[in-house]
């Protein structure tokens, strides 16, 4: 049988290969040390889950909810964007509630995206800036990922030999995988360069408070003047507050794109159970010690990742932000391409990192590390990959390709 047209648009899922032998080393009865999903380990903050329990069970909130947001949270976010960007934002008409960011960007591509229709997203970068449009019949136009100058004669290539011409410009910053991080001063120019090509400018920004230098807050594009013309903000709840699981995210920016998203979205969803969007509206109303506290521990964790990662043999680029580090091969393992590398680190470590191909073609070279084990655990994988370094050129002959000859 056929397979069917949307599924035949999406590539094999890489993830998938690791996940399958890190549950079997654990079926097995070995210690994974999960470097793998980004997937929070730390607990939601207790006002939220309080605010939680105390609403649900109520006839009135076990109803049908919100698609677009109840008005109490759609505000709540509107007053976060004034108090941390400066940025106005009408909560009814240029803010959504959606299922996470992730479902928020899927549904962003159903509402603007039509069968053949170009959008250039950064490459590698994170999978459903590419695959929300590959399913909704896009073509992905890749460019390279890093926020500098240099972008910009990519962009403009990408623009001018791509037919039809694109529609959207998908960034993320700080960013997933790759914890690349943006100034205000590039996303001036990115507003420009959209307006200038008259493409929808779609931000990613779920790692807006996951950063380590307080004196540099990561910046919002809508803080851009003029940038509301072109653009829609993607936030989430996820990493933030711990609450991944609760699915909480937002987009916010140009009423006419919000607009089209909550459009489709009546179609699609009734929102999110009511009880969850209460205690996220307590959460962005609330005290953000939580946040600080959550920041201090993802560096610290940062910081013994590169610490004892470097002893090991392994040297760890320092992320500015993100909960990941980006990091490449080792030179004897390059040529596996980072699906085999990190089926042999789960294998001979007990240690499973995402492949970076996973986040594209580009990211082949490369894993990335999540730092969603505590300090302890941290160190434990990296003496874990020292012992296996430390006997690879004994054990692994036959598994490490040989270079080229001549």
């Known amino acids: 049988m056929n397979e069917f047209h949307r599924i035949r648009r999406l590539p094999p899922y890489v993830f998938e290969q690791v996940n399958k032998i890190k549950a079997q080393a654990r079926a097995n009865g070995a210690d994974i040390i999960d470097l793998g999903m980004g997937n929070p380990d730390l607990p939601a903050p207790k006002h939220v889950i309080e605010k939680l329990v105390e609403t649900a069970g109520k006839p009135r909130t076990d109803r049908y909810s919100a698609s677009k947001g109840i008005g109490g949270l759609r505000r709540a976010q509107a007053n976060y964007y004034e108090r941390r960007f400066g ?35 950064p490459n590698p970068s994170y999978p459903i800036h590419a695959f929300g449009f590959l399913m909704a019949g896009g073509v992905i136009r890749s460019v390279p990922a890093e926020p500098t100058p240099a972008m910009f004669p990519a962009l403009e290539r990408a623009v001018a030999h791509s037919v039809p011409k694109p529609i959207a410009l998908v960034v993320c910053y700080p960013s997933n995988p790759t914890a690349y991080t943006a100034d205000l001063d590039f996303y001036k120019d990115l507003v420009a360069f959209a307006k200038k090509h008259d493409l929808i400018l779609l931000s990613d920004l779920a790692y807006a408070e996951v950063y380590f230098d307080e004196t540099k807050p990561p910046p919002s594009v809508l803080q851009v003047p003029g940038a509301m013309d072109v653009t829609v903000e993607f936030t989430s709840m996820s990493k933030t507050f711990s ?8 987009a916010v920016g140009n009423e006419r794109l919000i607009g089209a998203l909550a459009r489709v979205k009546s179609y699609l969803d009734y929102g999110a159970y009511t009880p969850i969007q209460v205690a996220a509206t307590a959460a962005l109303n ?5 946040i600080r506290e959550m920041r201090a521990t993802y560096k610290g964790r940062r910081d013994a990742l590169v610490e004892s990662f470097g002893k090991a043999g392994w040297e760890i680029p320092v992320p500015e932000a993100t909960m990941f580090a980006w990091v490449q091969i080792p030179e004897k393992f390059k040529a596996m391409g980072s699906v085999e590398f990190a089926k042999l680190l789960v ?18 070279d490369y894993v990335r590390l999540a730092v969603v084990e505590n300090e ?14 430390d006997t690879a050129d004994s054990t692994l002959h036959n598994v490490i390709p040989m270079p080229k000859a001549g």
């Open 347 to 364: 294998e001979k470590a007990d240690v499973a990192v995402a492949p970076g191909l996973g986040f594209g073609e580009y990211g082949d």
């Open 87 to 121: 940025v106005k934002l009408n909560p009814d008409t240029q803010v959504v509630a959606t299922l996470g960011s992730k479902e928020g960007f899927a549904n962003m591509a159903q509402a603007i995206c039509g069968p053949g229709d170009v959008v250039i997203v």
């Open 376 to 389: 302890q655990r941290i160190r434990q994988a990296a003496r874990n990959i020292k012992k296996f370094f």
């Open 243 to 250: 609450m991944a699981g609760w699915r909480m995210g937002f």
């Open 286 to 290: 609330g005290p953000d010690d939580c």
